[in-house]
């Protein structure tokens, strides 16, 4: 079973239009991430979700806009779409371990690359 | 600032020459360092988390050490399948993310 599933694998799109990528997470955990990897492979984190609500929002433009309409799910909506924007993009999950003083293991999804055109 | 950095970027191996890659972080309140390798196409996969310093964990030919300055990841007689990025990440107590380094790529040659 995949623990971490992205879709679509990849996406290759004009300027201007507006997708969507969708991750799920079968391993029951409440917090998820969504990080863009660059062209120089640095991974960087772009957003966080724990028990649908946004924790973390970097300095992503408003384009970019996360939604999660359950514990398992977490979509990145991206508007207007931009050269710059083609990067491939991982969602990611953890459990927090409740005493907020460990990070748990964030497990990977296997990436969407996208290509804006 | 919470940082990462790994060293060296790109290592080369003859398959059986043992090394060991460095990742050094600065970050307040360590929460978990993280080790990932990740193939070409495809996303991190977990290796291992230390949590103190200290700590050793193992798995094949791999050995990730933890000192309250940097991490090392030992590679012992690899094999070509080991040929991957190996990615270092940190999390501090500032939040949920993951601070990665820019990460080794490792060639392991027959």
């Known amino acids: 079973d995949t623990a971490v599933s992205q879709t679509p694998k990849y996406l290759v799109t004009q300027m201007g239009n507006d997708k969507s990528i969708k991750c799920e997470q079968n391993l029951g955990h409440d917090t998820m991430y969504w990080y863009k990897q660059d062209s120089k492979k640095f991974l960087k984190i772009m957003f966080s979700?724990?028990?649908?609500?946004?924790?973390i929002n970097e300095t992503v433009p408003n384009r970019f806009s996360p939604k999660s309409p359950d514990k398992a799910h977490l979509n990145l909506h991206i508007n207007s779409l931009e050269l710059g924007d083609s990067a491939v993009y991982f969602c990611?999950?953890?459990?927090?371990?409740?005493?907020?003083?460990?990070?748990?293991?964030?497990?990977f999804g296997p990436g969407t690359r996208l290509l804006v055109l | 600032e919470d940082q990462v950095t790994q060293s060296p970027e790109a290592l080369r191996l003859q398959e059986g020459e043992s090394s060991s890659l460095n990742c050094s972080y600065t970050v307040s309140g360590l929460r978990g360092l993280f080790w990932y390798r990740q193939d070409p196409g495809k996303g991190p996969e977990f290796l291992f988390t230390l949590y103190s310093a200290g700590e050793e964990k193992e798995k094949e030919r791999l050995k990730a050490t933890l000192t309250k300055k940097e991490s090392f990841l030992h590679i012992t007689a690899p094999k070509p399948e080991d040929s991957a990025t190996y990615l270092c990440a940190a999390n501090s107590n500032s939040g949920y993310a993951l601070n990665f380094g820019k990460g080794t790529s490792l060639l392991v040659t027959p």
């Open positions: 979700y724990n028990n649908k609500e946004l924790i």
């Open positions: 990611a999950s953890s459990q927090e371990d409740g005493t907020g003083l460990y990070q748990e293991t964030q497990y």
